[in-house]
């Protein structure tokens, strides 16, 4: 069975664009979750997904968002981009509703400049 | 809203000792609880996990304990082996969805 895949993997932009991220889940999982990665902060929660509706939201600002397509692939935005951006953005899938194990994708190196 | 603290945040042992990495979660609604392993450059990887009706849980060289009174969970690694350095995360969840991470242990296993 696949992993978790995502595209692409390095990025680089600047200042004040956006950038869109995809997330691919293993085949029949329907749960895909976001995190940021930066060395100080460790992975913080971004927002979560099921059959197409955000159920859960961390606490980052309104130019994070996201959305989840019917066959369960996920892509996240970051618009007006700043250089607190740059980080290591994962995405991961389950399988249940409920809290369950969550396989990471490989990530996306994203670096603002 | 959740926190969750890990402790320390660099260990350092001598290869055959063991590890143990203890975290704190603050929401007492919490009930799942799993450790993730990452190696340099690559994904987390689920090492063990454990749920709010179990104390404890073993595989292998890896145990996992869950103290809910005191809202403390801890990840204990035997006879501990160079390919066990990493960083390793622990990650609290109320069933909302939502994990919430430590800021992760980098533990280093001196040959």
């Known amino acids: 069975k696949a992993g978790v895949t995502q595209t692409p993997r390095y990025l680089i932009k600047t200042r004040g664009q956006q950038v869109t991220l995809s997330c691919s889940p293993i085949?029949?999982?329907?749960?895909v979750s976001w995190y940021q990665q930066t060395p100080g902060q460790g992975l913080q929660f971004l927002f979560e997904?099921?059959?197409?509706?955000?159920?859960n939201k961390g606490n980052f600002p309104g130019r994070f968002s996201g959305r989840q397509f019917s066959n369960s692939r996920s892509e996240m935005n970051v618009s007006t981009l700043e250089l607190g951006d740059s980080a290591l953005y994962l995405c991961?899938?389950?399988?249940?509703?409920?809290?369950?194990?969550?396989?990471f994708g490989p990530g996306t190196r994203l670096t603002v400049t | 809203g959740e926190n969750v603290e890990q402790h320390p945040s660099t260990l350092s042992v001598q290869e055959g000792d063991s590890a143990v990495i203890k975290c704190t979660y603050s929401?007492?609604?919490?009930?799942?609880f799993p450790w993730y392993k990452q190696e340099l450059g690559k994904r987390p990887q689920l090492i063990i996990d454990?749920?709010?009706?179990?104390g404890e849980k073993k595989d292998q060289r890896i145990a996992v304990t869950l103290n809910k009174t005191a809202k403390h969970f801890s990840l204990h690694i035997t006879e501990t082996q160079p390919e066990d350095s990493a960083v390793y995360f622990c990650?609290?969840?109320?069933?909302?969805?939502?994990?919430?991470f430590g800021t992760g242990t980098r533990l280093k296993v001196l040959a």
């Open positions: 990650a609290a969840s109320e069933g909302t969805y939502k994990y919430i």
């Open positions: 085949s029949g999982h329907r749960s």
């Open positions: 991961a899938s389950s399988l249940l509703r409920e809290s369950d194990e969550q396989y």
């Open positions: 454990i749920r709010s009706n179990v």
């Open positions: 929401d007492s609604a919490s009930n799942y």
């Open positions: 997904y099921f059959s197409e509706t955000q159920r």
